[in-house]
């Protein structure tokens, strides 16, 4: 091998190598922080004894604390002021979805 086929591989290897660190840095690494991004950008409105509730909280298992949840069941006037109608419901970017929906979807709709 010659000396400028070896200085175009290096060259090449460090594109690469730069091009995964900064796409790796700029999407969350973990599904704690895929939860809290998530949570950053949403609110999640449920309510005490809702089944479909419990379904989407088993989705995030553990890392469901770092989500933005308001409970109807307590926390009523937030609830109405928002025409909250049926829970699980989602509001990401003003826009309200209804039910249970998946941590991909939810990743997609929040930019996450």
């Known amino acids: 091998m010659n000396k400028k086929s070896l200085i175009t591989i290096i060259i090449i290897l460090a594109i690469i190598l730069l091009s995964i660190i900064v796409l790796t840095r700029s999407h ?12 950053e950008n949403s609110i999640l409105y449920i309510q005490l004894g809702c ?17 933005n949840v308001v409970d109807c069941f307590f926390e009523k006037e937030e609830c109405l ?27 997609s709709l929040t930019g996450c």
Do not use: R
Request: charge should be negative; glycine fraction near 8%; proline fraction near 4%.
């Open 28 to 39: 969350p690494e973990t599904e704690k922080e895929l939860t809290e991004c998530i949570g």
């Open 51 to 67: 089944h479909a509730c419990k379904a989407q909280e088993d989705l995030f298992g553990e890392n469901y604390q770092y989500l």
């Open 81 to 107: 002021s928002k025409q909250i109608q049926a829970t699980p419901t989602w509001i990401i970017n003003g826009e309200k979805i209804i039910g249970v929906q998946s941590i991909d979807k939810l990743k």
